[in-house]
């Protein structure tokens, strides 16, 4: 499957975005589905995954939802209440037969990555 995400931007504390990521291929409900981000001078870390469950990591919990739509190959993370803290390079990834929990495993290898989009959240 390949990855195309789209809806960074410049925002403001406090403020939501919806970052989305099409894919194109087959077997899409079939794949494991996520977002990793990196900050400047930061490592790449994992921020939520959805296969049928949900997970996410602590950073983000109660304030990003991702969610996929399969009949439009389509995955979603919805990120409300932004910190300065959040702003990075946004990747969606995927990987075939993978639960959420497992694709936050650190160091996970995933099958496709999109090309990443970037959210500026200023103070």
């Known amino acids: 499957v390949q990855l195309q995400a789209s809806g960074g931007g410049l925002v403001q504390a406090g403020d939501s975005l919806t970052l989305s990521c099409a894919a194109s291929?087959?077997?899409?409900?079939?794949?494991?589905l996520g977002w990793l981000r990196q900050a400047p001078g930061k490592e790449r870390e994992f921020v939520a995954a959805i296969s049928v469950a949900t997970y996410y990591a602590d950073s983000v919990k109660g304030r990003f939802t991702i969610s996929r739509d399969n009949a439009k190959n389509m995955v979603y993370l919805q990120t409300n209440s932004l910190k300065p803290e959040d702003t990075a390079v946004y990747y969606c990834?995927?990987?075939?037969?993978?639960?959420?929990?497992?694709?936050?495993?650190?160091?996970?290898?995933?099958?496709?990555w999109g090309q990443g989009t970037l959210v500026t959240v200023s103070s």
């Open positions: 990834v995927a990987k075939l037969f993978t639960s959420a929990r497992t694709m936050g495993v650190p160091g996970k290898e995933y099958d496709s």
């Open positions: 291929g087959r077997a899409f409900s079939s794949y494991g």
